[in-house]
Nanobody, 123 residues
Framework: VQLQAFGGGLVQAGGSLRLSCAAS????????MGWFRQTPGKEREFVAG????????YYGESVKGRFTISGDNEKNTAYLQMNSLKFEDTAVYYC?????????????????WGQGTLVTVSS
């Protein structure tokens, strides 16, 4: 599967952005999917994700109540709606998938990654 993340940009604090992750090859429903973010010098941080088996989505503590993950199976695309953005949300955002039977928020389990899209929140 190939992943392409896009939709990043510059936004003022309090504003919103929607990131997209388009998959080619196998459909998203085959995979566990996650959004991660990273800033220089820091470890990749889990943001949001969906298990291949369904159920409620997962969110990192810092984005709960502000970010929403969703997907469109027909378009084979996942989305990350980001509202009430804060300066500390500034990062490169990545989408990623892996195909094991369990779900994890540990980025090391994910073996397919998109190229990343930069989100910059001005204070």
């Amino acid at each position: 599967v190939q992943l392409q993340a896009f939709g990043g940009g510059l936004v003022q604090a309090g504003g919103s952005l929607r990131l997209s992750c388009a998959a080619s090859g196998r459909t998203f429903s085959y995979y566990n999917m996650g959004w991660f973010r990273q800033t220089p010098g820091k470890e990749r941080e889990f943001v949001a994700g969906i298990s291949r088996s369904g159920g409620s989505p997962y969110y990192g503590e810092s984005v709960k109540g502000r970010f929403t993950i969703s997907g469109d199976n027909e378009k084979n695309t996942a989305y990350l709606q980001m509202n009430s953005l804060k300066f500390e949300d500034t990062a490169v955002y990545y989408c990623a998938v892996f195909s094991r039977a369990y779900y994890t928020t540990d980025y090391r389990a994910y073996n397919y990654w998109g190229q990343g899209t930069l989100v910059t929140v001005s204070s």
